[in-house]
């Protein structure tokens, strides 16, 4: 088996308390290609040369560059890790793939923009490039002990899903993945959503809405519900839940429990394990980053791939455009840009300063 060159762009700074200015992702990626036969990391680069110089010195890479393009130019990676914030996803991407690199795994949320999330699967499809994007939970266990019992039609047939998280683009991201994950890679039909931002909150440098209420049908029917930002309440009442015609599935009850199930006339959940994992971790990354790998050993479509992100994405921009439009959206999703950063831009959202 051939050795397989990584390039990881965007360091990051290993810090005690990862917070929303850095959780320093690319060593996540790290710890993962480290476990890969046949895998070496053989360069980094970051605009702080600081941050580097101390990647390369944790994993023993080779090389070291503060302009990823002269990185990809000169180490020639087969693979990329992108661990950038989102707006600069677009531009590594589309560079990487002009590059001629492999492979390309990239953070999530896809982009900043419709527009760009297009523009960045289309480049790669075209090139024949794996482009992957780091939706981990879908190699969670509580998450594939769910998507079993739901598959082993134990809840019945699948009716509404159901998720409660911080904001619709950064975290939401993960959660309406799942949505994807439940039901099959169905894409949605239409979606219908209000946003609150009356303060700004900015994430990775991107806005993130206060809170929101988002309505979807997916193509088979399937609706799903999400509801953002409810601060300390908790409006579902767990992370994810799963409504079947015959049961109930539910994910982080509690923000503890991590999968728990009800069939229609029992009165008492039942808990099944999950070998320690929550529906954070430990795992997710490494087993993500394994498969992606091997996909493209063996010439398999990824989960992670391209595709399905853009499914999440359409929501994503779709439920802000809801917003804009003060009505609802039927897909395909007709627009470039992201309507929550365009509304605030223009002045029609005005929301107070962070530390107002
Ligand atoms: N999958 C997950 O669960 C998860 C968790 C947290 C964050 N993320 C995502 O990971 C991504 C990165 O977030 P992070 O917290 O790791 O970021 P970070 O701030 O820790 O690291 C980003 C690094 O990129 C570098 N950088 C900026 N511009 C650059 C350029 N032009 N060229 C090269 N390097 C450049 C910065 O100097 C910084 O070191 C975001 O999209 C975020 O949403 C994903």
Not at 106 to 123: I, L, Q, S, V
Not at 163 to 178: A, K, L, P, Q, R
Not at 218 to 237: C, D, H, K, Q, R
Not at 326 to 333: M, S, T, Y
Request: net charge negative; aromatic share 8%.
């Amino acid at each position: 088996m051939d050795t397989l060159k990584v390039g990881i762009i965007g360091t990051g700074r290993k810090k005690e308390r990862p917070d929303r200015f850095g959780y320093a992702m690319a060593y996540e990626h790290a710890n993962s290609y480290q476990a890969i036969e046949n895998c070496e990391i053989v360069a980094c680069a970051d605009i702080s040369e600081e941050n580097a110089a101390a990647f390369a010195e944790t994993y023993d890479v080779a090389q070291t560059f503060t302009d990823y393009r002269a990185m990809l130019d000169e180490a020639r990676p087969d693979m990329v890790s992108i661990c950038t914030w989102m707006h600069l996803h677009e531009p590594m991407v589309l560079d990487a793939v002009a590059a001629g690199v492999k492979a390309i795994h990239c953070e999530k949320p896809m982009a900043d923009t419709w527009g760009g999330a297009k523009r960045m699967a289309e480049a790669a499809e075209k090139a024949g490039v794996q482009l992957t994007f780091n939706h981990q939970r879908r190699y969670g266990a509580p998450f594939m002990m769910a998507k079993r019992i739901l598959d082993e039609g134990r809840i019945g047939e699948l009716t509404r899903l159901e998720c409660e998280c911080g904001n619709i683009y950064d975290s939401g991201t993960h959660f309406m993945d799942m949505f994807s994950f439940f039901n099959g890679e169905q894409r949605a039909k239409w979606v219908l959503a209000q946003v609150d931002y009356r303060k700004e909150n900015k994430v990775f440098g991107a806005h993130c809405e206060n809170q929101q209420v988002v309505l979807t049908e997916y193509e088979n029917g399937v609706f799903g519900l999400i509801m953002t930002g409810a601060g300390g309440a908790s409006p579902v009442g767990c992370t994810d839940k799963l409504i079947g015609t015959e049961g109930v599935i539910e994910l982080g009850v509690n923000k503890a429990r991590a999968v728990r199930y009800r069939l229609a006339g029992e009165k008492e959940w039942t808990t099944p394990d999950t070998n320690g994992e929550s529906i954070h971790g430990p795992g997710f990354i490494e087993r993500a980053i394994a498969d992606v790998v091997a996909c493209l050993r063996e010439g398999r479509k990824c989960q992670l791939d391209a595709s399905n992100a853009l499914i999440v994405t359409e929501l994503i921009f779709g439920a802000y455009e809801s917003s804009r439009r003060r009505g609802r959206v039927d897909f395909p999703l007709d627009i470039e840009d992201n309507p929550l950063a365009a509304m605030v831009e223009s002045g029609d959202l005005q929301p107070a300063p962070a530390n107002a």
